[in-house]
């Protein structure tokens, strides 16, 4: 049976992220995925859109990492060869209502410590973006806000840590046991009292047996509440929420400067218009209170108005042809912040409700859930700090729909990377 310093449930965004940041430090770690391929959940349907958190409300744990991992991403990003296009946002306001809104948003921005914020006259608006809809009033301009792979983002970060010698173990999904309706992960302790017996060590089991480990990390995403009732200390539930994409042709890119934001409202920050970092013109998500946790479907209706809402923004995409659509779904919580959060007793740590900034606030998840490890829970790593290694990552699909990452074949399975990619490879 194999021991481990940390063992990490889930294969997004997130789990990648940690993966990556406890392995360097010198933790001996494993990642479990339940799916076939790294990035098959809630990570496989996301924005791709890399956000610095201008329009946060309140002083939450999100906002905090989201601030902190704007620099860790410019460092990731000048390190390595994930592309990543710093387009800029630019929030429009079509009337007299949107456009007062704007100065507190400006305000509110400023605050958080995005300064690169300013507001535009409609002339400045068209200036900027030349084919939006005469309509316009006015606008904002926020620097920053950027689009990515946000398939090849993890992806290269798990790779990394494989490198260090981490170990990522894919269709390893951790057992629910159905009569209990609980995840079957057996703990060492005493029944009796809870109290951990002297090894003090996890034991997981999986469809190829049972691994060990100091600590047990839930980044589960859609999976996450679920995986936490073993911690004996549950207290969210996963509310899905879905949002739906159309994608338009890469012709479209020529029509369109900036991700293009709507004034939000108290119900809904809207629908975007944006160029993908391949360059096809995507349009969502929507938000939809949904049941299900996996395999989300859009529907024909809710694709129509989003390719209308497009044009409403920039007349010119009318025209343009729609390649393909997707739906993701995000593992929202009843509560309106992170839940991220360490129990040493229990040796465990909860990465939870991470909604829709997984993308732009892993990084900083991963710093801040390295230090409840070695803080809160006062775990030490078994072996010094590694260095991670710059990865060489080849160009468009193959056959099969892999990308090669150091000849090591990944399959893409977020759309917007195998839309973007398929083109390049000619496939």
């Known amino acids: 049976m194999t021991a481990y310093d940390v063992i990490i449930i889930g294969g997004g965004v997130v789990g990648c992220a940690i993966l990556r940041e406890l392995s360097a430090a010198g933790f001996r770690c494993v990642l479990l995925e339940k799916d076939e391929h790294l990035i098959s959940g809630a990570s496989s349907g996301n924005s791709g859109i890399s956000h610095t958190g201008f329009d946060a409300t309140g002083s939450t744990l999100e906002n905090r990492l989201l601030s902190q991992s704007q620099q860790k991403m410019k460092q990731f990003v000048a390190s390595t060869e994930t592309q990543i296009n710093d387009l800029g946002a630019l929030m429009v306001a079509w009337d007299e209502n949107q456009l007062a809104a704007l100065p507190q948003l400006e305000e509110r921005a400023k605050k958080k410590g995005v300064t690169a914020v300013r507001r535009l006259s409609r002339e400045e608006v068209i200036e900027l973006e030349p084919h939006i809809n005469r309509a316009v009033r006015g606008g904002m301009l926020i620097e920053g806000e950027a689009v990515i792979d946000s398939w090849l983002f993890p992806v290269y970060m798990a790779h990394q840590a494989k490198c260090i010698g981490a170990e990522v173990e894919s269709s390893q999904p951790v057992f629910f046991d159905q009569s209990l309706s609980l995840t079957q992960i057996l703990c060492k302790h005493e029944a009796t009292n809870g109290i951990q017996r002297s090894d003090g060590q996890w034991e997981i089991e999986t469809s190829q047996g049972n691994i060990l480990g100091s600590i047990v990390i839930n980044a589960a995403g859609l999976q996450g509440d679920n995986i936490q009732e073993m911690s004996q200390d549950s207290h969210f539930r996963i509310q899905p929420r879905m949002g739906q994409y159309v994608v338009m042709d890469k012709e479209a890119s020529k029509y369109i400067n900036h991700i293009i934001l709507p004034v939000p409202t108290s119900i809904t920050k809207g629908i975007i218009v944006f160029p993908s970092v391949y360059g096809n013109v995507v349009v969502g998500p929507t938000a939809e209170e949904v049941e299900i946790r996996e395999h989300p479907q859009t529907s024909k209706e809710t694709l129509q108005q989003l390719i209308k809402h497009a044009s409403d923004v920039i007349p010119a995409l009318k025209d343009v042809e ?12 009843q509560f309106k912040d992170y839940q ?8 465990w740590v909860t990465v939870a409700g991470i909604r829709s900034t997984g993308v732009s606030a892993c990084l900083g998840i991963a710093s801040h859930v390295k230090s409840l490890v070695s803080g809160d829970i006062g775990l030490k790593p078994s072996g010094p700090t590694r260095e991670l290694p710059k990865l060489r990552v080849a160009d468009g699909l193959d056959s099969e729909g892999n990308v090669l990452v150091d000849d090591t074949p990944y399959h893409v399975t977020h759309p917007l990377s195998k839309f973007g990619r398929r083109l390049e490879s000619k496939l």
């Open 340 to 347: 991220i959060y360490a129990n040493r007793d229990r040796s």
């Open 322 to 333: 729609v390649v393909g659509s997707y739906a993701g779904i995000r593992p929202a919580t």
